[in-house]
């Protein structure tokens, strides 16, 4: 069974940095692209950025580029996100999910549960 | 970036109801195009992928359809479990982008 479980979020503050990690189990991570897609509260989803299965590529959303790093540890089935110079608008829950059914890295098959990061002074 | 809109923005409806939600992309995406279900405080589920697939374990009163630019999501036969806010996705080209959510009401 797929299980994507994040870890890392809490408070930051507006220029701060913060890691977050999504330990996964269940299938072959090292082939998997992965994603991650935000949601701030009350709001809608927004895809972050997406990595694929041997980290060779790396894509990223406009309001994140430059300021977070997608990365992952195949041999540690972990997949991190960089973030640094933390807005208050970056406060949402993120979510790591998987992707890259049919080569298409954004056709998300499984959804971790969330981990709230809030930017505030 | 490829805009995605959803109609309605929230509709209520009765159990047994057959509900229809359409999602429209800015230009053509094919049918890569996903569905998925939110409940509150939860993580999105999947429930249809490239427009019209039923991802494993969903129930067969959810369908899908569309290609190209206009799409649709129809739930059969809403049961209690059933309301919840529903999203589409396209993942044809970067940015991956979202529709901003249908919510399904009790009516």
């Known amino acids: 069974e797929v299980h994507l479980l994040e870890s890392g979020g809490g408070l930051a503050q507006p220029g701060g940095s913060l890691r977050l990690s999504c330990a996964a189990s269940?299938?072959?991570?090292?082939?998997?692209?992965m994603n991650w897609v935000r949601q701030p509260p009350g709001k809608g989803l927004e895809w972050v950025a997406t990595?694929?299965?041997?980290?060779?590529?790396?894509y990223y959303a406009d309001s994140v580029k430059g300021r977070f790093a997608i990365s992952r540890d195949n041999s540690k089935i972990t997949l991190y996100l960089h973030m640094s110079s933390l807005r208050v608008d970056d406060t949402a829950v993120y979510y790591c999910a998987r992707g890259g059914r049919g080569g298409y890295y954004g056709d998300i098959d499984y959804w971790g549960q969330g981990t709230l990061v809030t930017v505030s002074s | 970036d490829i805009q995605m809109t959803q109609s309605p923005s929230s509709l209520s409806a009765s159990v047994g109801d057959r509900v229809t939600i359409t999602c429209r992309a800015s230009?053509?995406?094919?049918?890569?195009l996903a569905w998925f279900q939110q409940k509150p405080g939860k993580a999105p589920k999947t429930l249809i992928y490239?427009?019209?697939s039923l991802q494993g374990g969903v129930p067969s009163k959810f369908s899908g359809s569309g290609s190209g630019t206009d799409f649709t999501l129809t739930i059969s036969s809403l049961q209690p479990e059933d309301y919840a806010t529903y999203y589409c996705?396209?993942?044809?080209?970067?940015?991956?982008?979202f529709g901003p959510g249908t919510s399904v009401h009790i009516k």
């Open positions: 996705q396209q993942y044809n080209s970067y940015p991956f982008t």
């Open positions: 490239d427009a019209s």
């Open positions: 230009q053509g995406i094919a049918h890569y």
């Open positions: 990595i694929s299965g041997d980290a060779g590529v790396a």
């Open positions: 269940g299938f072959t991570f090292s082939t998997s692209a």
